[in-house]
């Protein structure tokens, strides 16, 4: 993933963990506010982790819902769009 005005690399992580707790990020080589875009990905992530909660109230293992949790999260930061603010 990369910064939409300087072309700089951004590290999916970096992402993981800032976005949740900060609305935006700064690119460290120009300073451009990014956002993450809403798109149909993040409300099928939103939509699937929802999923996983029911089924965990339903009698799914907790490990197992937080293994699967923790696969969405990954796969929708390594492919997620940034947008400027």
Same mark, same amino acid.
């Given at each position: 993933m990369k ?21 935006y990020i ?10 993450r875009k ?7 992530? +939103? ?24 696969? +969405?999260? +990954?796969?929708? +930061? ?8």
């Amino acid at each position: 993933m990369k910064c939409p005005r300087c072309s700089n690399p951004i590290s999916p992580f970096r992402l993981w963990i800032r976005v949740r707790a900060y609305p935006y990020i700064k690119c460290e080589k120009c300073g451009a506010a990014l956002a993450r875009k809403w798109d149909l990905q993040l409300c099928i992530a +939103i939509a699937l982790s929802t999923g996983v909660i029911v089924l965990l109230s339903k009698g799914l293992s907790p490990v197992l819902c937080a293994i699967l949790i923790a696969a +969405i999260m +990954i796969l929708d +930061i390594f492919n997620c769009k940034l947008k400027e603010v």
